[in-house]
C-alpha cells in the first residue's frame, strides 16, 4: 500500500512577529454607529470598548456585568486570572438596547441553537460591517493601542489585557 505521509522532517519557517494592524477609531465608530443588528453592535462595540478576547466575549454571563459599580469581570479558564475592566455609559447603553430586544439567557450573547454565541460568528459579523480584511482580534489590538495613545501606562494596559506577560503587551509599543 501507500506510505502514510511522514511530516516528521518538515521545517516550519520562524514566524516573525508581525505587528498587529490597527482599525482606523474614526472609521471603526464610525461602522459601529451605522451597525442596525443590536447584537451585532453590541458585540463589536463591547469588544473594541474592553479589549476582550472572542472566547471571553462568547464566554460572558449576564451575571458578570456589573452595572453599579460599571465593571465586566472576565472571568478566565485557561489558568489565568480573573480580570475586571471599565464599561462605559455609552457600552452599558447599547448593551440594554441589546438585552430588552432579545431577553438573552445566563449568557449575554446566545447562539442560533446554542446558548452560547460561537467565536466563527463573531468573526463572520466583523467581516461583515467593517471588512473582509478585518478579524474580530483587531479589536483587541485596536483597543490597546487607543490606550497607548492615550497615555495609559504598560503595567495597566497589561491588567487591561490580562496578558500574563509583560513582553505580549510590549509588542503594542511599536504600533502607535
Known sequence: GKQPLKFKHIEYPRSEKKLPKIIEKDFLL????????????????????????????????????????????IRQSKGRKDRVVALSE???????????????????????????????????????????EYHFHLLRHSNATALLEAGTDLRIIQKHLGHSSSKTTEIYTHVS
Open 30 to 73: 464610525d461602522k459601529i454607529y451605522k451597525i442596525e443588528n443590536r447584537k451585532h453592535k453590541a458585540i463589536i462595540a463591547l469588544a473594541y470598548s474592553t479589549g476582550m478576547r472572542v472566547s471571553e466575549v462568547c464566554n460572558l454571563k449576564i451575571s458578570d456585568i456589573d452595572s453599579k459599580r460599571m465593571v465586566i469581570t
Open 90 to 132: 455609552k457600552i452599558l447603553e447599547i448593551l440594554r438596547a441589546y438585552f430588552l430586544e432579545y431577553k438573552p439567557k445566563e449568557y449575554l450573547f446566545n447562539g442560533q441553537f446554542d446558548l452560547r454565541y460561537s467565536t466563527t460568528s463573531c468573526n463572520q459579523i466583523v467581516k461583515k460591517y467593517l471588512g473582509k
